[in-house]
C-alpha cells in the first residue's frame, strides 16, 4: 500500500454534502461572519459529533474502574476508543498505547525511554522536526552523552529524502526520530523506506514518527512501517484539544518507563482514564468510515482506511485547483506577485494539503492581516519564532504564508480563495 495516494479524485456531491454538514463553523466564525478557515495546521475544524459525544460523557460523575452499571458503560467506551486507535494506528494487540495531554509531551516521553535505555553514540533526526521532537532529542542526546546528527532538507522539494537520514546511520545509532508531513513545507516523508533504510545500517535502531500533521490526511500503518512509536493529536483531526495519543510496538513498549506499582512492563498510561477522550476518538472514526462507503460488516480498520482514502483524493484535487487554478481563476503557480514554495512540485512529490506562500510587495504578516480583512483565516510561520526558526532557516527561508485547507472545503472554495489572494496580491497604491 503507498504511503500516500497521488490521485485527485473530489468528493461526489452527495458525499460532499454529507461532509460539510457535520463540521461546526464551517461557512461562519463563532460571531456569525462569514469566512474560510484555511489554518487546519494550527489545529483543525471541529466534527460536532466527536465534540458532543466527548462532553456528553465528561457529564458522567462515575469512574471506569467501578464495578456498578454507569461505571461498565464508561470501561466499554474506553475499550472501544482503545481498539479504534489501534485499528486507526495499524497497529495490533502485542503494542501498547500511551495516552497524553499533548502530543509534545508524548514525544518527550517516548524520546526519554530510548535515550536512558538503549545503548548508543547517537540520535538521528532531522532539521525540519517539530520542536516537541526535535528539542527531546537535543536534550536527552545530552543527557545520555550521544551525539546528535541531524539531517539536512531537499531545498527544492521542502523534505527531508530518506538516504540524507540513512547516511547518518550507524551501528552506534540508537534512535531515529523523523516527522511524517513537515507543517511548514507540506512534504510528506516516505516513512517506510526511512525505516528500510536505517534498520539496513542497523537493525536494532529504534524508530519513532511524528504523525501529528500526516494523520488527518494519510493512513498510518505502525505495523507495515514497523514503526516503534507514532503519535497523534486528535485536535489536528477533527476532534478537541486536551489529550494525544502514541501507538508503541512490542520492543518498545517493554522498556523502561514511569508507572505505578501495580502496573504491568508494559502499561504507559499513568492516572485515571479519560472515557470522553476515548469517546470522542471513536466518533471520529464512525466519521471516517461513513466518508468511506463501505458495506456494512466492513471490518473497522478497512472502513477507517476507505474513509482516508477518499479524504486523500479530495484533498489532491483541493491542491490541484490552488497550484493549477480554474477555467475562470489564475492558480497560484502562474500568479503574478504570488511565490508558491515546494507545493509547485505536487506531482513529482508526495504532498499534504498545505501551500506555503510568499508575496512581492507584502510582508507574510502583512498578507495574513489582509486575508482576514477579506474573510480568510491563514496563519504566518517567521524565523523570529522558536517554532519555525530551525525549520524555515533550514529550507532557505525566513518567512511564509501557511495556506492549510480541510477535506471539508470546497472546490469553489479553494476558487474563491485564488480570487481574494489574487487581489492581495496586487501593488498597494497611494
Not at 46 to 71: F, N, Q, T, V
Not at 194 to 205: E, G, M
Not at 276 to 292: E, H, K, N
Not at 361 to 390: K, M, N, P
Amino acid at each position: 500500500m503507498p504511503l500516500f495516494a497521488h490521485d485527485a479524485v473530489p468528493f461526489a456531491p452527495a458525499t460532499m454534502q454529507f461532509v460539510r454538514g457535520q463540521f461546526a463553523y464551517l461557512e461562519r466564525d463563532p460571531h456569525g461572519a462569514r469566512r474560510l478557515f484555511f489554518e487546519n495546521s494550527g489545529g483543525s475544524l471541529r466534527l460536532r459529533k466527536a465534540s458532543e459525544r466527548a462532553l456528553e460523557i465528561s457529564h458522567y460523575p462515575d469512574g471506569s474502574s467501578r464495578p456498578h452499571k454507569a461505571a461498565r458503560e464508561l470501561a466499554g467506551l474506553q475499550d472501544q476508543g482503545e481498539a479504534d486507535l489501534r485499528a486507526f494506528f495499524g497497529g495490533d494487540a502485542s503494542g501498547a498505547l500511551l495516552p497524553t495531554a499533548t502530543a509534545s509531551q508524548a514525544m518527550f516521553v517516548v524520546i526519554r525511554a530510548v535515550a536512558e535505555n538503549v545503548s548508543g553514540t547517537n540520535i538521528v533526526t532531522t532539521a525540519i522536526e517539530h520542536p516537541s521532537s526535535y528539542d527531546a532529542c537535543v536534550r536527552y542526546a545530552h543527557r545520555t552523552g550521544q551525539e546528535l546528527r541531524v539531517a539536512q532538507p531537499d531545498r527544492t522539494t521542502g523534505g527531508v529524502d530518506p538516504s540524507a537520514i540513512a547516511d547518518l546511520v550507524d551501528s552506534g545509532t540508537s534512535l531515529v526520530s523523523v516527522i511524517a508531513t513537515s507543517n511548514i513545507s507540506g512534504t510528506i516523508t516516505d516513512i517506510p523506506a526511512v525505516i528500510k533504510a536505517a534498520r539496513a545500517k542497523n537493525p536494532h535502531v529504534y524508530t519513532i514518527v511524528d504523525a501529528v500533521q500526516y494523520a488527518p490526511h494519510g493512513v498510518i500503518d505502525a505495523t507495515a512501517w514497523e514503526v516503534d512509536a507514532v503519535n497523534i493529536a486528535p485536535y489536528k483531526m477533527f476532534g478537541d484539544r486536551g489529550h494525544a495519543f502514541t501507538y508503541l510496538s512490542q520492543r518498545f513498549a517493554q522498556l523502561d518507563h514511569d508507572r505505578v506499582g501495580g502496573a504491568g512492563n508494559d502499561t504507559w498510561a499513568m492516572g485515571s482514564a479519560a472515557p470522553a477522550a476515548f469517546a470522542g476518538f471513536s466518533a471520529i472514526m464512525d466519521y471516517l468510515v461513513a466518508v468511506g462507503g463501505t458495506r456494512a460488516g466492513t471490518g473497522r480498520r478497512e472502513g477507517i482506511v476507505a474513509g482516508m482514502r477518499a479524504i486523500q483524493g479530495h484533498e489532491q484535487a483541493l491542491l490541484h485547483t490552488l497550484i493549477e487554478g480554474t477555467a475562470q481563476q489564475t492558480g497560484l503557480r502562474d500568479m503574478p506577485g504570488v511565490h508558491v514554495h515546494f507545493a509547485d512540485r505536487v506531482a513529482s512529490s508526495a504532498r499534504d494539503l498545505i501551500v506555503p506562500l510568499t508575496f512581492d510587495h507584502r510582508s507574510c504578516a502583512d498578507a495574513v492581516r489582509a486575508y482576514e480583512e477579506l474573510g480568510v483565516i491563514v496563519y504566518e510561520r517567521v524565523a523570529t519564532s522558536h517554532y519555525s526558526e530551525r525549520i524555515l532557516r533550514s529550507l532557505g527561508l525566513e518567512e511564509v504564508v501557511r495556506v492549510s485547507p480541510l477535506h471539508c472545503h470546497s472546490l469553489e472554495e479553494a476558487e474563491r480563495f485564488l480570487t481574494v489572494t489574487e487581489k492581495i496580491a496586487q501593488p498597494e497604491t497611494g
